[in-house]
T-cell receptor
Framework: AQSVTQPDIHITVSEGASLELRCNYS??????LFWYVQSPGQGLQLLLK??????LVQGIKGFEAEFKRSQSSFNLRKPSVHWSDAAEYFC??????????FGTGTRLLVSP | NAGVTQTPKFRILKIGQSMTLQCTQD?????MYWYRQDPGMGLKLIYY???????DKGEVPNGYNVSRSTTEDFPLRLELAAPSQTSVYFC????????????FGAGTRLSVL
């Protein structure tokens, strides 16, 4: 079965430092991949998506992600983290019939 | 610009009670979904619908029922609430191809005691 793995449960980054959140997927063909962010007590907001084409995709709030087929990865990056970026981040992939399978999430903590 | 609206936001149920979680979207999306979110588990798909009158089971459907009589509404029914159904429930909708993006509601936090 298709799956998405986020190996890091928690990550702490200093404000102003760079960020990389890891995501690995299992799927034979080119997957549809997403990153969502969830602030405390809120729903999920789409940061960016990859369907095809350029493997480096830009999203909202200064985030980007790079699709690497050879590594089955879709890591999320940001060059300089702000305190407001503290949230939980979910990587997800479509499995068919427009259904998403989610990773278990990575909680980002931002230290001053 | 309401998007996906879920009610109620919070609810406490006693074991064995029933309730319906409401979900409405005003974007005329064909696809709708119900997920549950448990700590450290990500989101799991309960049920989904590809259009009015058409529903199907997701990964964790046991203990739940759904209906889709209109494009806008996709209620989730819990018939005999159990403590294992304590969770945060999210509804989402998706216009389908070519956009293929799911839009989420703010969630319903349910406790079964």
């Amino acid at each position: 079965a298709q799956s998405v793995t986020q190996p890091d449960i928690h990550i702490t980054v200093s404000e102003g430092a760079s960020l990389e959140l890891r995501c690995n997927y299992s799927y034979g063909a080119t997957p549809y991949l997403f990153w969502y962010v969830q602030s405390p007590g809120q729903g999920l907001q789409l940061l960016l998506k990859y369907f095809s084409g350029d493997t480096l995709v830009q999203g909202i709030k200064g985030f980007e992600a790079e699709f690497k087929r050879s590594q089955s990865s879709f890591n999320l990056r940001k060059p300089s983290v702000h305190w407001s970026d503290a949230a939980e981040y979910f990587c997800a992939s479509y499995t068919g019939f427009q259904k998403l399978v989610f990773g278990t999430g990575t909680r980002l903590l931002v230290s001053p | 610009n309401a998007g996906v609206t879920q009610t109620p936001k919070f609810r406490i149920l006693k074991i064995g009670q029933s309730m319906t979680l409401q979900c409405t979207q005003d974007m005329n999306h064909n696809y709708m979904y119900w997920y549950r979110q448990d700590p450290g588990m990500g989101l799991k798909l309960i049920y989904y619908s590809v259009g009015a009158g058409i529903t199907d089971k997701g990964e964790v459907p046991n203990g739940y029922n759904v209906s889709r009589s209109t494009t806008e509404d996709f209620p989730l029914r819990l018939e005999l609430a159990a403590p294992s159904q304590t969770s945060v429930y999210f509804c989402a909708s998706n216009p389908g191809t070519p956009k293929n993006i799911q839009y989420f509601g703010a969630g319903t936090r349910l406790s079964v005691l």
